[in-house]
T-cell receptor
Framework: DTGVSQDPRHKITKRGQNVTFRCDPI?????LYWYRQTLGQGPEFLTY????????KSRLLSDRFSAERPKGSFSTLEIQRTEQGDSAMYLC???????????FGPGTRLTVL | ELKVEQNPLFLSMQEGKNYTIYCNYS?????LYWYRQDPGKSLESLFV?????AVKQEGRLMASLDTKARLSTLHITAAVHDLSATYFC??????????FGKGTLLTVNP
């Protein structure tokens, strides 16, 4: 399968714990996006990479959130000291520079108890 | 602040009927996207509309874009049960990041 992949697909954690998610974009896609979707809402933009550079972060991304894309390929999103309000589906998408269409991965569903 | 408003948010249709979902957006963007999401699944790209007057069709779905009115429509023709899903429109902003509407939950009844 050459689509966007995300790992894990589901994560249950206790409040205060740290979690890390991984996204592998479509090969050759140099743009990578993270979105968050809560129940009954559309996805909301969190952050964006072009190659290894993080070019934009949403105000939604508090200091507890950090994202990296160290070699311009896969990306990780870490949430420190999780809170119940962090419970959501975290979606990753990728695209090529100059091409509008973004392809989404299956998402990581986070539940914070 | 970018805003994308969809209506209706809930739509219950009978098979065979036609209907239109409306998407209003707040800026002068000329990039508008439609996605489909099945329960518990990720988003599937349906249409990418890149200019005023753009019209795209795939099967029973047709999408159009009017950048002057800041309006996109998704028209459903002769609905079938398999079209039941949540449909999102999204506006393409700077760096191509997407601003999504709240989605339209479509249920097609036999």
């Amino acid at each position: 399968d050459t689509g966007v992949s995300q790992d894990p697909r589901h994560k249950i954690t206790k409040r205060g714990q740290n979690v890390t998610f991984r996204c592998d974009p479509i090969s050759e896609h140099n743009r990578l996006y993270w979105y968050r979707q809560t129940l009954g809402q559309g996805p909301e933009f969190l952050t964006y990479f072009q190659n290894e550079a993080q070019l934009e972060k949403s105000r939604l991304l508090s200091d507890r959130f950090s994202a990296e894309r160290p070699k311009g390929s896969f990306s990780t999103l870490e949430i420190q000291r999780t809170e119940q309000g962090d419970s959501a589906m975290y979606l990753c998408a990728s695209s090529l520079v100059g091409v509008s269409e973004q392809f989404f991965g299956p998402g990581t569903r986070l539940t914070v108890l | 602040e970018l805003k994308v408003e969809q209506n209706p948010l809930f739509l219950s249709m009978q098979e065979g009927k036609n209907y239109t979902i409306y998407c209003n957006y707040s800026t002068t963007s000329d990039r508008l996207y439609w996605y489909r999401q099945d329960p518990g699944k990720s988003l599937e790209s349906l249409f990418v509309l890149l200019s005023n007057g753009a019209v795209k069709q795939e099967g029973r779905l047709m999408a159009s874009l009017d950048t002057k009115a800041r309006l996109s429509t998704l028209h459903i023709t002769a609905a079938v049960h398999d079209l039941s899903a949540t449909y999102f429109c999204a506006e393409g902003g700077s760096n191509y990041k997407l601003t999504f509407g709240k989605g339209t939950l479509l249920t097609v009844n036999p």
